[in-house]
């Protein structure tokens, strides 16, 4: 214990929360198999950033996290790496209909950037995932949704209409990540937000991540997150 507390010292992370797994060292400490493996090698990720050694472990032991990192640390596959292998751990994929992983950001450029990543490890395993942002045909993604997809990375507003237009389901959705939720709340989506966390079964496993962590979105974590643990790398402001 004394020796996980230094490396983590040395890598400067921070961690709250009762029984926090140890930070792993490298992706093969995850225990992720062949495949995902093989995709990680192929996107050029020898190692895993240092929110990711910290946070990968937490996320795959099934608990909910607030993870709070600077831009360009590697929070995306610290997300998704977990969620590709949480659908890959489900019984039945065929059974029901809907994404079993949902993933909010603030803008379209955003979501696309998380689109893209999952897709590069989706891939490996036929995981189907859609992007629903604003400046694409309404109808096209409402025919994509119905189609079927087991990941959904969303702008909030997008997802509020596509479930309204009842495009998809939330009954198999059970991986929830807000991503950038301080960007989230300054573009004054803590309404579709809300609404969107309401839909989902609260047995859910739910992320949060952010760069700062306002008063207003800690007190949305509090009230979406089941005892979470707080990750913190480096140096952050509120
Ligand atoms: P954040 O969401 O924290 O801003 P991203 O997830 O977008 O950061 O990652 C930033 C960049 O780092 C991306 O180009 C991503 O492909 C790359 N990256 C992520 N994880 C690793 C890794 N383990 N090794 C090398 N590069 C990585
Ligand atoms: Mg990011």
Redesign the pocket.
């Known amino acids: 214990e004394q020796e996980v507390s230094e490396y983590r010292k040395s890598l400067a992370i921070r961690v709250s929360g009762f029984d926090v797994p140890r930070p792993v060292k490298t ?1 093969e400490d995850c225990g992720f198999a062949p495949e995902l493996m093989r995709a ?1 090698a192929k ?7 240092t ?2 050694c910290q946070a990968l472990p937490i996320v795959l032991s099934g608990r909910d996290v607030i993870g709070i ?10 997300f998704v790496l977990p969620m590709i292998v949480h659908i890959m751990d489900q019984p039945e994929l065929q059974k029901e209909e809907g994404p079993i992983g949902v993933i909010c950001a603030p803008t379209r450029e955003l979501a696309h ?1 998380i689109f893209l ?1 999952a897709k590069k490890f989706a891939k490996a395993y036929g995981i189907r995932a859609s992007a629903v942002y604003g400046g694409m045909s309404k109808l096209d993604q409402f025919k994509e949704l119905k189609a079927g997809c087991e990941i959904v990375v969303a702008t909030p507003g997008r997802l509020i209409d596509m479930l309204k237009m009842k495009a998809l389901t939330m009954t198999r959705a059970t991986h929830l990540v807000l ?1 950038e939720a301080d960007r989230m709340f300054d573009l004054g989506f803590e309404p579709q937000i809300r609404s969107i966390v309401g839909q989902i079964r609260p047995d859910r496993q739910t992320l949060l ?1 952010s760069a700062t962590m306002p008063r207003k979105v800690e007190k949305l974590a509090r009230e979406v997150l089941s005892d979470p643990i707080r990750v913190t790398v480096g140096e952050v402001g509120t």
Do not use: R, V
């Open positions: 992706f990680i996107q050029g990720y020898e190692k895993p950033t929110i990711q990192a600077k831009t360009g640390s590697g929070k995306t596959a610290s950037q990543e991503d991540f």
